[in-house]
């Protein structure tokens, strides 16, 4: 049975420090609280006096119930005074050495039974554990900042940890009211492992002109549906700090994927550590202020003295998933649309589901009846190509093959009116491939819409290198009165999601083979300590373990960068036809 911790001490008070004795004394622990001197201890107490001040301000916290938790908070300068407790807590600056000297400093002054707790984010809980003359009782509990706020502790076992220890820690976070997860001692653990690698590819993307930092974050939040964009978050937890983790996390992995980017270097070298500074990626009103004042909100994607295209009528070739959501969307916003099936029986079938949709609308009070009426008076279908002929703009979204692809567009190009505009829906495949198949290269564009099409806001604009700036203006504009939110990128395999979101993926899949964590705990840390809406093994069974490792694959042959080399276990699930959600089985059993 795991031990009952009513008394524990914090050592360090800065606001990590802080924010753990404010979580524990709020649970009813007594907690013994150590700072450096007196004036980081004041710090500290004003801190806690701050945060505790605004849970009242908010009605998350009664005045008695502050007064309650300060009563159980007793803080000083003498590291005795943590001697009796049963569990100590060290939560000082980032630097291996001073931690190493505290927890040399704790061993001799508390008893062989003690417990010991490190809330280092990114170094060797190995290497502090081995200093002591207790390593199996000594374990990393990561904490995330805010504490009081955020919902999880990562609990990091190293290879003679006692079990008993990490159920007790165990015990102690449910105790306080947080989700915890286990895993093994790796730089960064679970959560920075896998985020500060996706945070350091949106830096080269952004350095290599790929897009702006307005349209990545965009891309992140609408395309994925994260809280926020990755270099707005690099700007809030500071590029100082994020310099350091991935530093930290390259010198074991020896990955060049977290080595950091030569930009970010150089915004900490010119002293732009986000918003602390109140300039980072983004310049801000003040420091510590989060209103950014040099956002680009509505950037065209070409000079406004480029006029767009007229576009009324608009073809769909494709009778999947993707071209329903699209001839839907397209529809209820005024364009006419015409669809090319293969067949009557698919026909059929795009129309009943899109009355379907159309119905649930109108339940949920989405939509009216006459509304619902006239979006389906806009559509009608064909079995020829033929049908498009006098369509302003075609989106093509059939099968992610390119040889179908470019056969299409092909045939496309025949039929299609001078100055229509071509649109591929591909997720990651060259667009210049599907281009360089007509007469009119000039004329086709990316449209990477996101599936459900009739839910997601994303559209991503892909012009190639020969697309007319017109036709990119066209696309933007047909985007917006969809009610989407268009983005620009280079015709790169990915583009933008795809680039940031299947290496994350992929890198938590080689995480899993090495058995540091399991998908549970890895799916947990990801939602509860990013707010990310799925885990990684989750989006992955519901994008599909094979359409994942096709994506995969094709930015490793775009990139050559071996990090990008899909994870062996990847393949052999999909070998496995353990494909995901879709056949009832993929990381988990459905």
């Known amino acids: 049975m795991a031990r009952d911790f009513t008394r524990v001490g914090v050592v360090g008070l800065g606001t990590m420090g802080a924010g753990i004795a404010e979580v524990l004394a709020c649970a009813g622990i007594e907690v013994v609280g150590v700072e450096l001197n007196d004036e980081t201890l004041a710090r500290g107490?004003?801190?806690?006096?701050?945060?505790?001040?605004?849970?009242?301000?908010?009605?998350?916290?009664t005045e008695a119930d502050r007064d309650a938790l300060f009563d159980r908070i007793h803080a000083g300068t003498d590291l005795?005074?943590?001697?009796?407790?049963?569990?100590?807590?060290?939560?000082?600056?980032?630097?291996?050495?001073?931690?190493?000297e505290v927890?040399?400093?704790l061993d001799r002054l508390c008893p062989s039974g003690t417990i010991f707790a490190t809330n280092t984010s990114s170094l060797s809980i190995t290497e502090l554990a081995a200093g002591t003359s207790r390593p199996s009782r000594l374990v990393g509990t990561h904490w995330f900042n805010p504490a009081p706020i955020m919902g999880l502790v990562e609990i990091i076992r190293t290879v003679v940890t006692d079990p008993a220890v990490l159920e007790d820690v165990g015990a102690l976070v449910a105790k306080v009211g947080k989700t915890a997860v286990t895993a093994g001692d790796r730089a960064g653990f679970i959560v920075n492992a896998l985020l500060f690698g996706y945070l350091n590819n949106a830096i080269r993307m952004l350095e290599a002109h790929y897009a702006t930092r307005e349209d990545i974050d965009a891309a992140m939040r609408f395309g994925c549906g994260h809280p926020m964009g990755p270099l707005a978050l690099l700007d809030l937890i500071g590029l100082d700090s994020a310099y350091e983790i991935l530093d930290s996390i390259y010198h074991t992995s020896r990955d060049h994927l977290h080595a950091p980017a030569p930009l970010l270097k150089q915004l900490v070298t010119a002293g732009m550590l986000g918003r602390k500074t109140g300039r980072g990626f983004y310049t801000y009103a003040a420091p510590d202020s989060s209103e950014i004042v040099d956002a680009v909100t509505s950037s065209r994607p070409a000079p406004p003295t480029i006029e767009a295209r007229p576009v009324r009528m608009i073809g769909v070739v494709g009778t999947g998933t993707m071209a329903g959501g699209i001839i839907e969307v397209c529809a209820r916003h005024g364009y006419d649309v015409v669809f090319r099936a293969r067949g009557e029986e698919k026909t059929a079938a795009v129309r009943k589901k899109l009355e379907r949709s159309l119905d649930k609308g109108v339940e949920r009070g989405k939509i009216s009846s006459d509304e619902r009426a006239a979006t389906l008076a806009r559509v009608r279908a064909s079995t020829e190509l033929s049908a498009l002929a006098d369509c302003d703009l075609i989106v093509e979204a059939v099968i992610e093959d390119l040889?179908?692809?470019?056969?299409?567009?092909?045939?496309?190009?025949?039929?299609?009116?001078?100055?229509?505009?071509?649109?591929?829906?591909?997720?990651?495949?060259?667009?210049?491939?599907?281009?360089t198949a007509t007469s009119r290269p000039q004329d086709v564009v990316g449209m990477h819409w996101f599936n459900p099409a009739q839910v997601m806001r994303l559209v991503e604009i892909v012009p190639t290198v020969v697309t007319a700036d017109d036709v990119t203006t066209t696309v933007f504009d047909v985007a917006r009165a969809a009610g989407k939110h268009p983005v620009r990128c280079a015709d790169r395999a990915g583009f933008i999601v795809n680039a940031l979101l299947f290496p994350y993926l992929n890198d938590a899949v080689k995480m899993l083979e090495a058995h540091y964590a399991d998908v549970e705990a890895i799916d947990t840390a990801m939602?509860?300590?990013?707010?990310?809406?799925?885990?990684?093994?989750?989006?992955?069974?519901?994008?599909?373990?094979?359409?994942?490792?096709?994506?995969?694959?094709?930015?490793?042959?775009?990139?050559?960068?071996?990090?990008?080399?899909?994870?062996?276990?990847?393949?052999?699930?999909?070998?496995?036809?353990y494909l995901g959600r879709k056949i009832g089985r993929g990381f988990r059993v459905y």
């Open 80 to 100: 005795s005074a943590v001697a009796d407790c049963h569990l100590v807590i060290e939560a000082i600056p980032e630097r291996i050495e001073d931690k190493r």
């Open 527 to 577: 939602k509860v300590g990013c707010g990310h809406p799925m885990g990684p093994f989750e989006l992955a069974d519901v994008v599909g373990l094979d359409v994942t490792l096709a994506i995969q694959r094709t930015l490793y042959l775009e990139f050559r960068e071996p990090g990008y080399a899909s994870a062996p276990l990847l393949e052999h699930l999909v070998k496995a036809e």
């Open 103 to 105: 927890f040399a400093r």
């Open 403 to 435: 040889d179908v692809k470019r056969t299409l567009f092909a045939e496309l190009d025949a039929v299609a009116r001078p100055g229509a505009i071509l649109a591929t829906t591909t997720s990651s495949l060259p667009v210049i491939e599907c281009a």
């Open 45 to 61: 107490i004003d801190h806690v006096r701050h945060s505790t001040d605004r849970a009242v301000s908010r009605g998350k916290l």
